[in-house]
């Protein structure tokens, strides 16, 4: 082998290596968090069919199930859900990826009402869990952080977080869901975020915590990342975006984001050096931090557009944001100067969770249809599409090696392309509630 050629490979293998490091070995076959490893909606996994149809997508299993709006995540043998039980009791349900047999549940009280206004969208539990390390996190709607073993379900440790900060119960109950890194786990509560031990369940620091009750129930969830070679955990609150030290939870900067109501909802999105966000009844915004000569955090706003955003997130594919917004249409967004590129003709109803692969994205609106759509800049561009489930399918999408988790408001179900590994298609009829 001649020197460049080992040198060529050396330099393969320390890309790959650099990419498994980041990503961790535990997520490779696995969906561990909210929108994924990276809490982006990218699915790095094997390549997607060509379209979505009758005879190459179909429903593995089927369970029927108590309420939940949680996205399912899962590892490489089980996937785990959320339900709120008639009885008042909150439930994880872990099943069997391939047969959907059930593996374990485990509950605990932690029923609540959201306020009358809200009252249509249900009072079910909202949080997507987080799995590291054998463990998963479930923060429930009273704000109660619960640690489980992921082999047995037995509880390992739980906080009243409500209780421990002082902090009133949560409004609008406990929304946003955790993020695990680096051994340590970050969660979105009592009005400001706060970093837990993971073994012990021990409070590390609390930071920008409130006693509003109405007003400081976050519903965005936090991310990781790198601004000046600073790394920092990005929260989105109901009134404004801020920039935490992960180490200390000391604040580093703050930007107010106009909303109606304090109606920021999305996950922050990263693009190059800025932060997208898109608020209802406000705009959509790229900031951008900086740090000054004197290591002070400066934050310009690079450009604002009127499209309004609401719940889903976008999804960000060279150089474009793909967004769905308040009005039920998507729309492409030129994230280097906020233009709009093309508005979809068709609504997407209330809701759209989104994940993508090169230039593809995979689409549920809140109405049962999965979209194969094409990242094209230039048009919106619908593939194929596939009705999949008849009840509203509020979750986010969750996937792995070409399979689909699909929680609607009442089942979880699991569908598969059949290129793949093939799997008998089968129903569950038992309820794990009953």
Request: glycine share 8%; net charge neutral; hydrophobic share 35%.
């Amino acid at each position: 082998m001649t020197i460049k050629l080992r040198v060529y490979f050396w330099l393969v293998w320390m890309l790959l290596g650099g990419i498994s490091a980041l990503l961790g070995a535990e997520n490779e076959g696995s969906w561990p968090q909210w929108r994924g490893p990276e809490r982006d909606g990218r699915y790095a996994g094997k390549t997607w069919p060509q379209a979505i149809n009758k005879e190459n997508f179909k429903q593995a299993w089927h369970i029927k199930l108590a309420p939940s709006y949680s996205s399912p995540v899962a590892d490489k043998e089980m996937v785990y859900t959320t339900e709120s039980l008639p009885s008042g009791k909150e439930q994880v349900t872990a099943y069997h990826r391939n047969t959907g047999d059930l593996a374990w549940s485990q509950s605990w009280e932690g029923s609540m009402k959201v306020p009358f206004f809200a009252a249509s969208n249900g009072s079910w539990i909202r949080s997507t869990p987080a799995l590291a390390d054998g463990k998963l996190f479930v923060l429930g709607m009273q704000e109660r952080l619960v640690c489980l073993d992921t082999n047995t379900g037995k509880k390992l440790w739980e906080m009243d977080i409500p209780k421990t900060l002082q902090t009133p119960e949560p409004a609008f109950g406990g929304v946003s869901s955790p993020m695990m890194i680096n051994g340590s786990l970050y969660v979105q509560a009592g009005g400001g975020i706060i970093k837990l031990d993971t073994s012990s369940g021990n409070l590390v620091w609390t930071s920008r915590l409130s006693n509003d009750a109405m007003n400081q129930s976050p519903f965005a969830s936090p991310r990781l990342h790198s601004f000046e070679g600073k790394e920092q955990i990005i929260s989105l609150g109901r009134t404004s975006l801020a920039g935490i030290d992960p180490e200390n939870g000391e604040l580093l900067w703050e930007q107010e984001v106009p909303a109606f109501r304090g109606m920021n909802i999305l996950t922050p999105t990263f693009v190059g050096k800025g932060i997208l966000t898109a608020t209802y009844g406000g705009k959509t915004h790229l900031f951008t931090p900086e740090q000054n000569l004197d290591k002070d955090w400066t934050i310009t706003e690079s450009w604002n557009q009127k499209f309004q955003g609401y719940m889903s997130n976008p999804v960000i594919i060279d150089g474009h944001a793909y967004l769905h917004g308040r009005s039920g249409r998507m729309v492409c967004l030129n994230t280097e100067t906020g233009e709009i590129n093309w508005t979809s003709k068709e609504s997407l109803g209330k809701y759209c969770s989104m994940i993508f692969q090169e230039n593809r994205i995979l689409a549920l609106s809140n109405d049962g249809k999965l979209r194969l759509l094409s990242a094209n800049p230039n048009a919106y561009e619908v593939l194929s599409s596939l009705k999949i489930s008849e009840e509203d399918t509020w979750a986010h999408i969750a996937m792995t090696d070409r399979q689909i988790f699909i929680r609607s408001l009442n089942s979880l179900t699991t569908w598969q392309w059949q290129d793949s590994i093939a799997h008998s298609n089968r129903t569950v009829a038992i309820s794990s509630h009953k």
